[in-house]
């Protein structure tokens, strides 16, 4: 008894903070803070559907919709766990974490959805 309340005291303490971060999956490889900062600095992001996330080196980003060409503006940082947010010009704003599967990179939204993007970027050996 005493193990379960402990159990719900934690969920209760931890539970909205956990609800907030994206989750990966067995088997999925979080990109370390340094492969993160290395991914953002001026790279180009192309998701399958070809909508492309810029992120500059100086904190700037941008998304183009693939259909519209309509961009949506913002910009970035890197947060100690691991997650990149984005604070767009409209007051919108989301944390994304960013994960290797094998060959394929993916970018996870707080709700769990998961995006396949192609990008120039290596990881370090």
Partial sequence: MKR????LLVCALTGPAL???PAARPGDI???LDDLYRL???NTL???DQGQSRFSVGGAYSYTYPDSGGTAFGVFDIRDDGTVCIQFRNGRSRCDLYVRRGA???LITQSGDRFPFRTEFRLQP
Avoid: P, R
């Avoid at 379960?4 to 159990?7: T, V």
């Fill in 4 to 7: 379960f309340l402990h159990a």
């Fill in 19 to 21: 609800a907030d971060t």
């Fill in 30 to 32: 979080v990109l370390s």
């Fill in 40 to 42: 953002t600095a001026g």
């Fill in 46 to 48: 192309t998701f399958f």
């Fill in 104 to 106: 394929v990179f993916y």
